[in-house]
Every structure is written in structure tokens, then in C-alpha cells.
């Protein structure tokens, strides 16, 4: 089975841009999970889709949103970018493995904001 | 807030040591309870991961306690070896939803 797969793997970005990041779960998996990772911070979770519904959120800015699509794909879109919105972006893909649900992750979108 | 609290920060141990880390979460409510090694340039794996409904598990030099009532959880590897260097971390959530909180990761050093 592959694994969790996205795109793009780097980006960089200037101020007050905006940027998408794609998620493509492992195939069967609904649920499909946004992390931010920074050395300060380390791993805050942003949100939670499953069914092309937002099931759970985080605590950041307006200016992070969602989406999830029919293929359980996703997409991650962050407005306006600022100098500290630089981070890893990791998705992570949950769904039912041997009778019980368990999240992977993907290798993460490498965002550096300028 | 939820809160997951990891310990120690860096951890250094000779090759074939065992190596503990421990960690604790605030939310009650929490039931899965997942360890991820991340590699440098990676994305967090899994290695093993406990519900709530069970005290302990293992897979072969990885083992898992969990202590509901005290809430608190520990990773415990045996036989280290240089490749198990890496960033660990803990994390609580509940499988009702992924919304999962990690602790701050531990850096592990194994020296051969």
C-alpha cells in the first residue's frame, strides 16, 4: 500500500502571499490530519478532516483553512503568509489498520516564508 | 488546555542500554495513546501505539505502559542501537476524532 504523499515537498514564499499544500492519504483512509512543526513549538495540530467534513480544530488564525475532497484527498491553505508561519506542514492519514485506527504521516511540506 | 507533557528533552545512552521515556496528559477523555520516531528530513512513524483499555504492549525491543489513573505513559527501549537515534515523541488523543496533542519530543542519542 503507499503511503501518505505530499506536495509540494518545499516552497518558498514571501509576506503576505498564500500558499496551498496537497495531502493524498493511503487509500481506504477518511480521516486526514494537518500539523505544523517548528523547532519552538514542535508539533501543533491544526485540524481534522473526515468525509469532506471538519471534525476537529486547533487553536490557530482564520487565515489556516481546509478542505477535504471525495477521494479523501486534501488541502491546506494558509493567506497572507508571515515570516513565522515557516514551518514543517505534515499531514497525517487515519483510518482503521487491524481492527483499530491509526494516523500515519506523510514526509511533510517544507514551507519558508521571506 | 489539553497538555501533553514529555521527559527528558535529550536522553543519551551507550549502545545497548535501554533508553525510557516518559510522559504525561492532562485530558481525561484521551484513549490512544501513539509514539512516533522522526528521522532527520522525515515525517513522524509510528512504532507502536496503546488504547486505553490495556496496560501494556510490546513489539519486539519496544514496549508501551500505560496508567490511566496516574495518566501517564512511557516508552521503553531495550538493546539500543545507534540507528534508534532519533527524535521521539509521545502523544494523546482520541480516536473518536484525530485530534492528537504531542509532547515535545525527546532526542535520543545511542553511542556505538
Redesign the interface.
Known amino acids: 500500500k503507499a503511503g501518505v504523499t505530499q506536495t509540494p515537498r518545499y516552497l518558498i514564499k514571501t509576506r503576505g502571499q498564500q500558499v496551498t499544500l496537497s495531502c493524498s492519504p493511503i487509500s481506504g483512509h477518511r480521516s486526514v490530519s494537518w500539523y505544523q512543526q517548528t523547532p519552538g513549538q514542535g508539533l501543533q495540530f491544526l485540524f481534522e478532516y473526515f468525509s469532506e467534513t471538519q471534525r476537529n480544530k486547533g487553536n490557530f488564525p482564520g487565515r489556516f483553512s481546509g478542505r477535504q475532497f471525495s477521494n479523501s484527498r486534501s488541502e491546506m491553505n494558509v493567506s497572507t503568509l508571515e515570516l513565522g508561519d515557516s514551518a514543517l506542514y505534515l499531514c497525517a492519514s487515519g483510518g482503521t489498520s487491524g481492527g483499530t485506527d491509526t494516523q500515519y504521516f506523510g514526509p511533510g511540506t517544507r514551507l519558508t516564508v521571506l | 488546555g489539553e497538555n501533553v507533557e514529555q521527559h527528558p528533552s535529550t536522553l543519551s545512552v551507550q549502545e545497548g542500554d535501554s533508553a525510557v521515556i516518559k510522559c504525561t496528559y492532562s485530558d481525561s477523555a484521551s484513549n490512544?495513546f501513539?509514539w512516533?520516531k522522526q528521522e532527520l528530513g522525515?515525517?513522524?512513524?509510528?512504532i507502536i501505539?496503546i488504547?486505553s483499555n490495556v496496560g501494556e504492549k510490546k513489539d519486539q525491543r519496544i514496549a508501551v505502559t500505560l496508567n490511566k489513573t496516574a495518566k501517564h505513559f512511557s516508552l521503553h527501549i531495550t538493546e539500543t542501537q545507534p540507528e534508534d537515534s532519533a527524535v521521539y515523541?509521545c502523544?494523546a488523543g482520541d480516536?473518536g476524532?484525530?485530534?492528537?496533542?504531542?509532547?515535545?519530543?525527546t532526542r535520543l542519542f545511542v553511542k556505538a
Open positions: 490512544y501513539p512516533y522525515k515525517g513522524p512513524q509510528l501505539d488504547r515523541f502523544a480516536t476524532g484525530f485530534k492528537t496533542i504531542f509532547g515535545a519530543g
